[in-house]
Antibody, heavy 122, light 105 residues
């Protein structure tokens, strides 16, 4: 059964870079045609898509965050990662990773991690 | 591109709940729907407008035509009380709606 788990710091200072990793178990990133996505949710607010990456390195990302986002994939570790630069308080929230079947086939995001809470504060 | 959902919908147990999601020509795209309970990750309940993933009860159904996609929950149960989000793919981006809080009372 495919499982995803986010990891990273819970606290980030303003202007610093957030680095998160999503570890995939129960399946292989490299053997899959799927994309792998990042989604966030500010406290009490709606879901917001950040971006998605394929094991080939092809990425799609949200226009509003594009200038600050870098995504990568490490097939040897069965992981994919997110870097979000120049963090501010408005970036505080829960960050989820998910298997993204939207990019190819528009079949939704069918497996999600539990999410990790990120707070931006000095 | 913005997906518009009503902030809240109320329904009595056993009745049918309908949650709308509106955008320009949404019917020309596929819509997905997610259920999220407090403190939990979202769960995909409908994809490609009408399809249910394995394990999702038959009381969840979807439709999409014109500018509006609709999630329908028949015979709503107390356990269905949650936030619901629609989603679509538009010009190489994933878009989520603002969410609808479904109250079962």
């Amino acid at each position: 059964q495919l499982q995803l788990q986010e990891s990273g710091p819970g606290l980030v200072k303003p202007s610093e870079t957030l680095s998160l990793t999503c570890t995939v178990s129960g399946g292989s990133i490299s053997g899959s045609s799927s994309y792998w996505g990042w989604i966030r949710q500010p406290p009490g607010k709606a879901l917001e898509w950040i971006g998605s990456i394929h094991n080939s390195g092809t990425t799609y990302d949200a226009p509003s965050l594009r200038s600050r986002v870098t995504m990568s994939v490490d097939t040897s570790q069965n992981q994919f990662s997110l870097k979000l630069r120049s963090m501010t308080a408005t970036d505080t929230g829960i960050y989820f990773c998910a298997r993204d079947l939207m990019v190819q086939g528009q079949e939704g995001m069918d497996v999600w991690g539990l999410g990790t809470t990120v707070t931006v504060s000095s | 591109y913005e997906l518009i959902q009503p902030p809240s919908v109320s329904v009595s147990p056993g009745q049918t709940a309908s949650i709308s999601c509106s955008a320009d020509k949404l019917g020309e795209k596929y819509a997905s729907w997610y259920q999220q309970k407090p403190g939990q990750s979202p769960i995909l309940v409908i994809y490609q407008d009408t399809k249910r993933p394995s394990g999702i009860p038959e009381r969840f159904s979807g439709s999409n035509s014109g500018n509006t996609a609709t999630l329908t929950i028949s015979g709503t149960q107390a356990m269905d009380e949650a936030d619901y989000y629609c989603q679509a793919w538009h010009r190489t981006t994933v878009v989520f709606g603002g969410g609808t809080k479904l109250t079962v009372l």
